[in-house]
């Protein structure tokens, strides 16, 4: 590691605050799946940023509307109309089939904005008495990291000392449609869960798990809100990961991906009982649907569209899951994916996960641990045959690397 290095770490932990531990890489420059360091170093990028890179690094449409809007106009806050937030509604709209849109900024604003929204929704429209809404969330489930959102974590770090927290939610296991019919009251409002769980290590739930679920919201009048802030936008393969078995959400969260990683840009997608309960001065941003946000992304949902993204994730996901499991290593307890959202969970005995991301670091790819033993795979979706042979070349040497 070189004296440059090693001064831009001593000073992020001298100054910054130590709620990450990063991989020891110090990046500057990005294009399409390749991210280079500090020393000029390549790297392959297989987590994306958490999949808000998806359409590549710096992708120059994205990047050509960004600054020929931020020459023109970048904020006016919501007390005004601007001429890029109507056609990113339209846009939107006519994408994902939606019929209200409220524009945020991060994936937790748009998980918080969603959870006021059918709360609402829930005393005016359904009739629930004040103040006994509930929602039903899962178990390992991560829905981003503000205090209304920690509350209903089940994983320890992300709860200890941060109470007291908000009541009205139910926690149930994920993929259990038995426990979902079983949790349902007449107060249920809605129940909010990812389509994979992506933070969790890549959680896919058995075929038909979100058909029966869809089945008894409707049959209970619960709004199912999907959290597509990871998984939405071509991740696996498809638009929305929803389109897998054939339903369509209630309420739908967008983020990440919405612009490309250009600037954080979230949304909330739903039908018009539940936003349409939303009136003035309930409810807002200063930065939320900004002509900036708006222009970036619309460019970034246009090359996904006209760039066939999504249709290059389902066939690179696929050739690089069975790559994956053609991998011959005793550290592997399993592989999992849909599209290029993957995870390799390494047996205990292995070691940490994170020692094998570093290992990779050092043979030209970039990952991250997550949950102990557990490595996400998660590269743009722009990436070649070519790539994904290259990286499965470099998953194979480390994963039955010895470590002893």
Not at 272 to 290: A, Y
Request: with cysteine.
């Amino acid at each position: 590691m070189s004296s440059s290095v090693i001064d831009f770490l001593a000073t992020e932990r001298r100054l910054g605050t130590y709620n990450y531990e990063p991989i020891g890489v110090v990046l500057s420059r990005g294009e399409g799946v390749w991210v280079w360091d500090i020393e000029g170093n390549r790297y392959l990028d297989c987590l994306s940023a958490y999949s808000a890179v998806s359409q590549g690094h710096c992708h120059p449409k994205i990047l050509a509307a960004m600054v020929e809007q931020a020459h023109r106009l970048t904020l006016t806050s919501r007390a005004f109309h601007n001429d890029q937030l109507a056609p990113f509604y339209e846009e939107i709209a006519a994408l994902t089939g939606s019929h209200k849109v409220l524009p945020m900024n991060s994936g937790a604003e748009a998980v918080e904005s969603a959870i006021k929204s059918v709360r609402k929704w829930g005393y005016e429209v359904k009739g629930v008495p004040d103040g006994q809404a509930e929602i039903i969330v899962c178990a390992d489930n991560f829905h981003g990291r503000t205090l209304g959102i920690v509350g209903f974590s089940t994983d320890p770090e992300t709860r200890k000392h941060f109470g007291p927290f908000a009541p009205g939610f139910k926690i149930i296991p994920f993929g259990d449609a038995a426990a979902l019919e079983a949790a349902i009251t007449p107060n249920t409002v809605a129940f909010l869960v990812e389509p994979i769980q992506g933070e969790a290590g890549v959680i896919i739930p058995p075929a038909g798990y979100f058909t029966k679920v869809r089945q008894l919201c409707t049959a209970s009048n619960v709004m199912l809100v999907l959290d597509e802030i990871q998984t939405g936008l071509g991740r696996t393969g498809k638009l929305l990961a929803e389109q897998h078995e054939g339903i369509e959400a209630d309420v739908t969260l967008l983020g990440k991906a919405l612009s490309g990683g250009f600037y954080p840009v979230s949304a909330v997608l739903s039908n018009n009982d539940v936003l349409g309960t939303l009136r003035p001065g309930q409810h807002g941003s200063t930065f939320g649907g900004n002509p900036l946000a708006c222009a970036v992304a619309r460019a970034a949902m246009r090359v996904l569209v006209e760039e066939g993204m999504i249709e290059n994730a389902a066939r690179q996901g696929a050739r690089f899951l069975e790559g994956l499991k053609d991998i011959r290593a005793n550290t592997i307890r399993e592989v999992r994916g849909r599209g290029l959202m993957l995870a390799v969970e390494l047996h205990p005995e292995a070691g940490r996960a994170r020692r094998y991301c570093e290992a990779l670091q050092a043979k030209g790819i970039l990952a991250k641990d997550t949950h102990e033993h557990t490595i996400r795979i998660a590269p743009p979706l722009v990436i070649t045959s070519d790539q994904v042979d290259w990286a499965l070349e470099r998953f194979a040497a480390t994963l039955t690397q010895d470590f002893s």
